[in-house]
């Protein structure tokens, strides 16, 4: 996923592979980011911050704020609220082939924009707009294992741990 900005956020390593999280800075008062799916309007989400995640990094940030886990292959990104101030605003699986814009609206002057484990400090009136990478990534995966087989060995899926 590729960041973009009037203001040349993580010049030329403008891109995640696994999510880019906007959240609050320097006070506990939560943010209200605007976000916005090919120009139409989604939500105006009050929350610490919002994870927008790959599929690669659903099973990260994302999943430990409630996010679902998305399979590799199936071209989605989903945004996931961080502690949102209403319970029913949950996280939303899109297709990555639209342009995601954001808009900060936030009693502090400055909020974190963070792409994968770089950070910038950002200045409130800075539109952010993210868009499916131009270029692949190839993974290595070893022989005996798969995607399914390592969720269900890290999740202890299928396994009663009240035995252990």
Not at 18 to 32: L, P, Q, V
Not at 90 to 104: A, G, K, M
Request: proline fraction near 4%.
């Amino acid at each position: 996923m590729s960041l973009t900005s009037k203001h040349g956020l993580f010049g030329d390593e403008n891109f995640a592979l696994n999510d880019i999280t906007i959240h609050r800075r320097d006070n506990s008062a939560m943010m209200i980011i605007h976000a916005y799916m090919n120009n139409e309007f989604v939500n105006s989400y009050w929350a610490d911050g919002l994870i927008i995640a790959t599929p690669t990094g659903s099973t990260a940030y994302s999943l430990s704020c409630g996010g679902p886990i998305i399979y590799p292959s199936s071209q989605n990104f989903v945004i996931t609220p961080i502690a949102p101030h209403n319970l029913n605003v949950r996280p939303v699986i899109i297709p990555d082939d639209v342009s995601l814009t954001f808009e900060i609206e936030a009693r502090s002057s400055k909020f974190l924009v963070s792409c994968d484990s770089r950070t910038e400090t950002v200045d409130k009136s800075v539109k952010i707009i993210l868009n499916k990478a131009s270029f692949h990534v190839n993974l290595i995966r070893l022989n005996n294992e798969t995607y399914l087989t390592t969720l269900r060995n890290k999740l202890l899926w299928g396994i009663d741990t009240r035995n252990y």
